[in-house]
């Protein structure tokens, strides 16, 4: 079925409820689902789309828009509207304190690393809250874009007390492989989870468009002593992660 076919009106629009826009969205979006748009394909132009449907421009561009802030479809300048290859999702189980490496092996994927930032610097009043310093002392910061096979996956910023990590730049693939070896690595954690829609900058390292639905993680680590080793302040892209926890009913 080609696309002028699938978006035949006669089948969905007026069927459901809604408003029109919304009932558009819906078609293309089960479409993709479906894989009757497969990845990669284009979706015809705004005009196009307009004259099968009989449905306005404005309305035509809203349901785009839309499916763009979704993740599932991608503008590319000069070249028209297409079906974004969906990324593999990963499962992160909330109840065992693995690392971003550990977890992406664990799913046979490699992961590498851009730097944004990797040094000594003054804490901010964030990290010195956080982290318990004391006036005067400085923090060891490392902040990545992670991939994970070749996909950006998170944009994480860790901080940490510069006598658990004295030297950030050592880290070079995994930050918990670092802690190990000195007898750092935190042994629990406690994180929190928000759901976001991305900024602009966020969007563009994360490859995704601007607006798309993001997780902002915040993840305190303890030492076995209890005291705080790091702070990670993260944004994952909502389309590629599913965190899962268990519950057992307490007695
Ligand atoms: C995870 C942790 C992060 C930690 C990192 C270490 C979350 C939300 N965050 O991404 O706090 O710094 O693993 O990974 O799970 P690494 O050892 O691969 O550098």
Not at 3 to 26: C, F, I, K, N, T
Not at 65 to 90: C, D, I, M, N, Y
Request: charged residues 25%; aromatic residues 6%; proline residues 6%.
């Amino acid at each position: 079925m080609n696309v002028a076919e699938y978006l035949d009106p006669d089948g969905w629009l007026g069927h459901s409820a809604g408003p029109r826009y919304v009932q558009l969205r819906r078609r293309l979006e089960r479409g993709i689902e479906s894989g009757d748009l497969p990845p990669d394909s284009s979706l015809p132009p705004e005009r196009e789309v307009a004259d099968i449907t009989g449905l306005s421009r404005v309305t035509v561009r809203k349901a785009i828009q839309e499916l763009v802030k979704l993740g599932l479809v991608e503008q590319r300048q000069g070249s028209g509207t297409f079906v974004r290859a969906p990324v593999a999702k990963v499962e992160q189980s909330l109840s065992h304190l693995t690392s971003f490496t550990e977890d992406m092996r664990r799913r046979g994927l490699d992961t590498t690393s851009k730097w944004i930032e990797r040094g000594v610097f003054m804490p901010s009043p964030e990290e010195v809250m956080a982290l318990g310093l004391s006036a005067g002392d400085s923090v060891s910061r490392i902040y990545r874009l992670r991939e994970a096979g070749g996909q950006p996956m998170a944009l994480e910023c860790a901080s940490l007390p510069i006598d658990i990590l004295p030297n950030p730049i050592e880290v070079t693939t995994s930050l918990y492989e670092v802690l190990e070896r000195s007898g750092n690595r935190p042994v629990r954690a406690v994180q929190k989870i928000s759901a976001i829609n991305l900024e602009p900058t966020e969007a563009d390292l994360l490859g995704v468009a601007e607006g798309t639905a993001g997780l902002r993680i915040q993840r305190t680590s303890y030492l076995d002593s209890g005291r705080v080793a790091e702070l990670t302040r993260s944004i994952y892209r909502g389309d590629a992660y599913d965190f899962v926890a268990e519950l057992r009913l307490s007695n």
